[in-house]
Antibody
Framework: EVQLLESGGGLVQPGGSLRLSCTVSGFTLSSYAMAWVRQAPGKGLEWVSTISGSGVTWYPDSVKGRFTISRDSSKNTVYLQMNRVRADDTAVYYC?????????????WGRGTLVTVSS | DIQVTQSPSSLSASVGDRITITCQASQDITKSLHWYQKKPGKAPKLLIYDASNLETGVPSRFSGSGSGTDFIFTISSLQPEDIATYYCLKSHHLPVFGPGTKVDF
């Protein structure tokens, strides 16, 4: 059974840093691209980043230069390092498996972890 | 950058109604368009991939069509458990979600 479990969310001050983790099971992490998607309170879904099986990464302009996605296949874990966070980064962050070529449909999702940016 | 618009932003319907949601891309994205269901407090659920393919385990009342720039998502007979917000996702190059359509009674 495919499972994804996010962790690492919490309260962080503006300008601070936080690292999210996504631990997966039920599939071989190195065989898939993985993505992070977020949903701010009362807002829609927003793609945050993708990492391919070979480590190539993609970001939207809203987080480029501040967020870094990485993976450790030996630990079955994908990470999202969030630096210089802002109030508008407040959201539930979901980890998802990219089933096709990187940046294709996302078929399995975790339950999400809440990040709150506030002083 | 390719933009994605989605309409309507919300709709009210009754049990058994046929509903349709449209997504439009600003450039040709062939069939790189997928549909998700999102309920509060739950993870998004993939319903349709590559414009018209029904994801395994998803009821057949859900369907999708289209290619290029114009796409349609249909629920043939709305059920109470279908109350949710629906999003399209363009995956051609960088992913972009549509703004969503809230469906309620």
């Amino acid at each position: 059974e495919v499972q994804l479990l996010e962790s690492g969310g919490g309260l962080v001050q503006p300008g601070g840093s936080l690292r999210l983790s996504c631990t997966v099971s039920g599939f071989t992490l190195s065989s898939y691209a993985m993505a992070w998607v977020r949903q701010a309170p009362g807002k829609g879904l927003e793609w945050v980043s993708t990492i391919s099986g070979s480590g190539v990464t993609w970001y939207p302009d809203s987080v480029k230069g501040r967020f870094t996605i990485s993976r450790d296949s030996s630990k079955n874990t994908v990470y999202l390092q969030m630096n210089r966070v802002r109030a508008d980064d407040t959201a539930v962050y979901y980890c998802a498996r990219d089933r096709g070529y990187p940046n294709d449909e996302l078929d399995f999702w975790g339950r999400g972890t809440l990040v709150t940016v506030s002083s | 950058d390719i933009q994605v618009t989605q309409s309507p932003s919300s709709l009210s319907a009754s049990v058994g109604d046929r509903i349709t949601i449209t997504c439009q891309a600003s450039q040709d994205i062939t069939k790189s368009l997928h549909w998700y269901q999102k309920k509060p407090g739950k993870a998004p659920k993939l319903l349709i991939y590559d414009a018209s393919n029904l994801e395994t385990g998803v009821p057949s009342r859900f369907s999708g069509s289209g290619s290029g720039t114009d796409f349609i998502f249909t629920i043939s007979s709305l059920q109470p458990e279908d109350i949710a917000t629906y999003y399209c996702l363009k995956s051609h190059h960088l992913p972009v979600f549509g703004p969503g359509t809230k469906v309620d009674f």
